[in-house]
């Protein structure tokens, strides 16, 4: 069965930088867009980041542009979201997502939690 495990959350203090890596099984990952979403408490979940199928094409969220990065590596069926200059308001959990035009795929997330 499809599984998207993601890993490398934690606590950073702001101003300080993590990568998330999504792990993918069970699917031929580069036939699916790949997404960041996440949710922080109260919140509904949002968007955060996408990459197409070979990697050519990223898009962003305003909040996080110029801060975060997508990528991804095919080769490993992985892929990656660096975050650099953290803020407070980047506390949420972080969701890999997998899309294809009738499937839709989620990992159950990782906590990254930004504090002093």
């Known amino acids: 069965q499809v599984q998207l495990v993601e890993s490398g959350g934690g606590l950073v203090q702001p101003g300080g930088s993590l990568r998330l890596s999504c792990a993918a099984s069970?699917?031929?990952?580069?036939?699916?867009?790949m997404n960041w979403y996440r949710q922080a408490p109260g919140n509904q979940r949002e968007l955060v980041a996408n990459i197409s199928r070979a990697g050519g094409t990223t898009s962003y969220a305003d909040s996080v542009k110029g801060r975060f990065t997508i990528s991804r590596d095919n080769a490993k069926n992985t892929m990656y979201l660096q975050m650099n200059s953290l803020k407070p308001e980047d506390t949420a959990v972080y969701y890999c997502?997998?899309?294809?035009?009738?499937?839709?795929?989620w990992g159950k997330g990782t906590l990254v939690t930004v504090s002093s």
């Open positions: 069970g699917l031929t990952f580069s036939n699916y867009v």
């Open positions: 997502n997998a899309r294809q035009l009738y499937y839709d795929h």
